[in-house]
């Protein structure tokens, strides 16, 4: 069974701050697949990035960046310098590549509710 | 309209009452997912269809209905529904298998109160 734990349920910051979001996982898998998404007050989830199991690169891509550790199995985001608008709930989810029908069941976290406070 | 639709995006409904939520997609992906999103729970997957055909029934009680007419729609019809079905129903959409596996594009959700 897989399983996405965000020990942090909640984060604030000031902004400018750099702000580092958890995620540890567990899966019986060895091909899996690892994502996380950006919940706005708005209410849609916005894809933010995902990595397979096989490609242990970090990734960079503007303020953001993800570091991938299977050793740990842990996928970390990282927010740099954080703005006001980077304020909402972040999930982690893990899905295996089972294809069951054509499709994939995720499993996610319980999400970490960041708050920059200007 | 662009991406993933929903509506309405609030809802509230008594429980003997029969309502529907609404999804749309125009993206031309062809898997469509239903999520609840309950506050003091992770999120849920609920159903999920693939070429219109339903691929997984993640254990949802029968007061939920699901229904796919097409690839683009996707149609949640409630009743006799309990109070602790109010939550945000999410619904997403991907292409299966594609270039960008998993990746999923949510539409804003029908906040739901079940009085």
């Known amino acids: 069974a897989q399983k996405v734990t965000q020990a942090q349920t909640e984060i604030s910051v000031v902004e400018k701050e750099d702000v580092t979001l958890d995620c540890v996982y567990e899966t019986r898998d060895t091909t899996y697949y690892l994502f996380w998404y950006k919940q706005p007050p708005s209410g849609e989830l916005v894809f933010l990035i995902r990595?397979?199991?096989?490609?242990?690169q970090n990734e960079i891509s503007g303020r953001y960046s993800w570091n991938f550790q299977k050793s740990t199995s842990s996928f970390n985001f990282t927010i740099t310098a954080s703005q006001v608008v980077d304020s909402a709930v972040y999930f982690c989810?893990?899905?295996?590549?089972?294809?069951?029908?054509?499709?994939?069941?995720?499993?996610f976290g319980r999400g970490t509710s960041l708050i920059v406070h200007p | 309209e662009t991406g993933v639709t929903q509506t309405p995006r609030h809802l509230v409904m008594g429980m003997t009452n029969k309502k529907s939520l609404k999804c749309e997609q125009h993206l031309g992906h062809n898997a469509m997912y239903w999520y609840k999103q309950s506050a003091k729970k992770p999120l849920e997957l609920m159903f999920v269809?693939?070429?219109?055909?339903?691929?997984e029934n993640n254990s949802v009680p029968s007061r939920f209905s699901p229904e796919c007419p097409n690839s683009s729609h996707l149609f949640l019809h409630l009743h006799t529904l309990q109070p602790e079905d109010s939550a945000l129903y999410l619904c997403?959409?991907?292409?299966?298998?594609?270039?960008?596996?998993?990746?999923?594009?949510f539409g804003p959700g029908t906040r739901l109160t079940v009085l």
């Open positions: 989810a893990l899905s295996e590549a089972i294809l069951s029908g054509g499709s994939y069941i995720p499993t």
């Open positions: 990595r397979n199991s096989f490609d242990e």
């Open positions: 269809y693939n070429f219109k055909e339903q691929t």
């Open positions: 997403a959409s991907s292409q299966e298998p594609g270039e960008n596996y998993n990746e999923q594009f």
